[in-house]
């Protein structure tokens, strides 16, 4: 994972979960993990470079028994992974429309992952 500046307004927390992504100007999806996630926003590997400020439509699986997050983002910075045989794009996306109670979920979810960290 990119381990450049972290100059968030809100915490992240490493959790693994699934995610689709697509350009809002394209038919194809990426279908992924998370690498973190936060209120602001989520950070994923992908194999492809979707471009810099393009909008896009998630669906994010929390994994909390709950339905699908569906939302819209921003892709607000790329880097690529250097070092690997394939090419992979760290990419973060700011979510754009994310509902109170979506949000409140992840909140939950990362305080407690972030807890758990600190209680160790």
Known sequence: MWSGINRRKF?????PCRITVRRKDSPDAVSTQTENIGIGGIC???AKDL????PVEIDLDLQD???VVRCDGTIVWIVERKGQQDRNYDTGIEFTDLTRKDS???SFIVKRILEKRHGE
């Not at 915490?11 to 959790?15: E, F, M, Q, V």
């Open 104 to 106: 409140d979920r992840i």
């Open 44 to 46: 994923v590997l992908i």
């Open 51 to 54: 471009g810099i400020f393009a």
């Open 11 to 15: 915490p992240r927390a490493g959790y």
């Open 65 to 67: 028994s709950q339905p």
